[in-house]
Nanobody, 126 residues
Framework: QLQLVESGGGLVQPGGSLRLSCGAS????????IGWFRQAPGKEREGVSC????????SYADSVKGRFTISRDNTKKTVYLQMNSLKPEDTAVYYC???????????????????WGQGTLVTVSS
C-alpha cells in the first residue's frame, strides 16, 4: 500500500518557522515528483511547491517563494518543507503528494497526483 505521512505541523507566531516532513511507505520516492499543497478553511486546495525526482529541480507558488524551501532525502524516503517568515495567511492543512506534476507560480497543479498524504495542520497566529 502506497502511503505518505506528513508531520511537523503546529501553532507558530507570525514571523516564525516550521519544518514539515513527508515520509513514504510502500514505495520509493525517487521515482516520483513530490509536492506540497495546502487548503485553508473555505478555500480550494492550492499548490505550494514541488521537487523533481532526478535532479531535484524545484518550483514554488509566488505566494511562498523566498520564504519556503522544499528538499528531499531519497535515502530517508522523506521530503521536507522548510517554512520561514510565516504569515497568518499561511494557515492551512498542508498535504504532500507524489506523482507526475508541476506546481505553477499561481499555485495551480499541472499533471496528476498518484498518492496524497492525510495532511498536517499549520496555524500561524499570535
Amino acid at each position: 500500500q502506497l502511503q505518505l505521512v506528513e508531520s511537523g505541523g503546529g501553532l507558530v507566531q507570525p514571523g516564525g518557522s516550521l519544518r514539515l516532513s513527508c515520509g513514504a511507505s510502500g514505495f520509493t520516492l525517487d521515482s516520483y515528483i513530490i509536492g506540497w499543497f495546502r487548503q485553508a478553511p473555505g478555500k480550494e486546495r492550492e499548490g505550494v511547491s514541488c521537487i523533481s525526482s532526478t535532479y531535484g529541480s524545484t518550483s514554488y507558488a509566488d505566494s511562498v517563494k523566498g520564504r519556503f524551501t522544499i528538499s528531499r532525502d531519497n535515502t530517508k524516503k522523506t521530503v521536507y518543507l522548510q517554512m520561514n517568515s510565516l504569515k497568518p495567511e499561511d494557515t492551512a492543512v498542508y498535504y504532500c503528494a507524489a506523482g507526475d506534476f508541476e506546481v505553477k507560480p499561481n499555485g495551480e497543479l499541472e499533471g496528476y497526483v498518484e498518492v496524497w498524504g492525510q495532511g498536517t495542520l499549520v496555524t500561524v497566529s499570535s
